[in-house]
Structure formats: C-alpha cells, structure tokens
C-alpha cells in the first residue's frame, strides 16, 4: 500500500482496518472502533528521521501503518543500542501513554513510513467507556516487558557470537523464509545496525561475522543473510 493512501479521504476506513488487528482495541464495538479511527492524526517520515527523542514529554500512542520504526536508547558520544523494531500492524508509545512521564526511548524511522497518532485524552476516554481497553493494553506491555528482559539477560551473560545468533534466529522466527539448503532467508542489516541491536561494536560483528561464515553458520547471498536452523546449537 502506498503512502499517500493514508492522506486520502478513505483515511479512517483504513486506521479502522488496522485497529480492527490490534489487540489492544479488540474489545470495542464496530461502532466505537469506527469513531475513535476518525480521532488518529496520520503523518509520514522519511526514512532516518526521528518520531521523538527519549525523554520528550509527548504521551500519545502511535501505530504504524506502513513502514518500520525502531526505539533506541542514545548516549552523548551518539552510540545507539536499539531495543525493539516496530513494523507495519505494531503500535508503540503505551509508557507514557499509560504514566503520562516523558519517553523512555527514542523512535527512528527506518524506512519511509507512514503514522497514526492518538491523543492520549482521547485513549483515556476510550478506556473510561470500555475498561478492557486498558487491560487489552497492560497484556501487551508485560508481553514487551518480558522481551526486554531477554535482552538484558543476553548483554549480561551473552558473549557477541551468541547475540548476535540469537538476533539472527528471532528475526528469522519472525520473518525468515527457508531456501533449499535448509537455511533461514532474512534481510541482511548492516553491520553498524548489528552492532546497535545486540550492543556491540561495529568492529566486533565484523569478525564475528566473519567466523560464523567461516564454520558456515551465516552466510552472505546479495541483499540477504541465510542463517543455519541450528545455528544455536553450533556455536
């Protein structure tokens, strides 16, 4: 679907469809869920530009309609370790949504998107009419919670070759495509977003790449990395 779908006047039908796939909203009537697609504000950013920074005092909720934006934390020296990558069908901002304090995390767009923004008052009155909304919610949150629980146990007690592995294999569960060799097909990222999402150097994947592809767990097909299904097992 194009961007520009999004500006047109069947705008709401569309936030509609994609409300109607959310779990958080999974409890509101056809009706309510047609009104409350009506309150979403709809922009686009470009790939590289950022939705908000950390510690920013916005307390909306997004969801994204097309595209993919990634929340990361940022350091003075302009180090990035990423902690979740959000796509097209996901929401983000529930924190401050829920707290109203500022961002825990900065959103980067990684590709050209396109946004759905509601107002936080307007959630509020969403949840005051159906309190399952906020429910719904707190389910999604825990769920998250438990992901970046699973992070920081890798960066605590993961060496590089095992998070980087264990990065390639959950994209490859969520994604990946088996090609005759028995090998998970995903996208291949570069080394500088590798080095983000598992907080390491670049310098460090670089070579942890490279042994990998020596012992033929990863290896480099143009614009893909295939991944070994037992990957784990072999390092």
């Given at each position: 679907?194009?961007?520009?779908?999004?500006?047109?006047?069947?705008?709401?039908?569309?936030?509609?469809?994609?409300?109607?796939?959310?779990?958080?909203?999974?409890?509101?009537?056809?009706?309510?869920?047609?009104?409350?697609?009506?309150?979403?504000?709809?922009?686009?950013?470009?790939?590289?530009?950022?939705?908000?920074?950390?510690?920013?005092?916005?307390?909306?909720?997004?969801?994204?309609l097309?595209?993919?934006?990634?929340?990361?934390?940022?350091?003075q020296?302009?180090?990035?370790?990423?902690?979740?990558a959000?796509?097209?069908?996901?929401?983000f901002?529930?924190?401050?949504?829920l707290?109203?304090?500022?961002?825990?995390?900065?959103?980067?767009?990684?590709?050209?998107?396109?946004?759905?923004?509601?107002?936080?008052?307007?959630?509020?009155?969403?949840?005051?009419?159906?309190?399952?909304?906020?429910?719904?919610?707190?389910?999604?949150?825990v769920?998250?919670?438990?992901?970046?629980?699973?992070?920081?146990?890798?960066?605590?007690?993961?060496?590089?070759?095992?998070?980087?592995?264990?990065?390639?294999?959950?994209?490859?569960?969520?994604?990946?495509?088996?090609?005759?060799?028995?090998?998970?097909?995903?996208?291949?990222?570069?080394?500088?977003?590798?080095a983000?999402?598992t907080?390491?150097?670049?310098?460090?994947?670089?070579?942890?790449?490279?042994a990998?592809?020596?012992?033929?767990v990863?290896r480099?097909?143009?614009?893909?990395?295939?991944?070994s299904?037992?990957?784990?097992?072999?390092?």
């Amino acid at each position: 679907m194009e961007l520009e779908s999004f500006s047109g006047k069947d705008k709401s039908a569309l936030i509609e469809k994609f409300l109607r796939e959310l779990p958080v909203f999974k409890s509101l009537s056809d009706n309510y869920l047609s009104r409350i697609a009506k309150d979403f504000i709809v922009f686009q950013v470009k790939k590289g530009e950022t939705v908000f920074y950390q510690s920013d005092s916005s307390t909306d909720l997004y969801i994204v309609l097309e595209g993919a934006v990634r929340a990361s934390l940022l350091n003075q020296e302009g180090q990035e370790l990423v902690l979740a990558a959000f796509d097209k069908g996901n929401f983000f901002g529930e924190m401050s949504l829920l707290d109203g304090k500022p961002r825990s995390a900065t959103i980067i767009a990684v590709e050209d998107s396109a946004l759905g923004m509601l107002k936080r008052e307007r959630f509020l009155s969403a949840v005051k009419d159906d309190p399952m909304i906020a429910i719904d919610l707190l389910s999604a949150l825990v769920q998250r919670l438990r992901m970046a629980d699973g992070m920081i146990e890798s960066l605590a007690f993961l060496d590089v070759n095992q998070r980087l592995v264990k990065l390639f294999l959950s994209i490859a569960a969520a994604e990946g495509e088996k090609d005759k060799s028995g090998f998970f097909r995903i996208k291949k990222l570069t080394h500088k977003e590798l080095a983000a999402r598992t907080g390491a150097s670049r310098e460090a994947i670089s070579k942890v790449i490279k042994a990998l592809a020596f012992r033929d767990v990863v290896r480099e097909d143009g614009d893909y990395f295939l991944i070994s299904p037992d990957a784990e097992n072999r390092i």
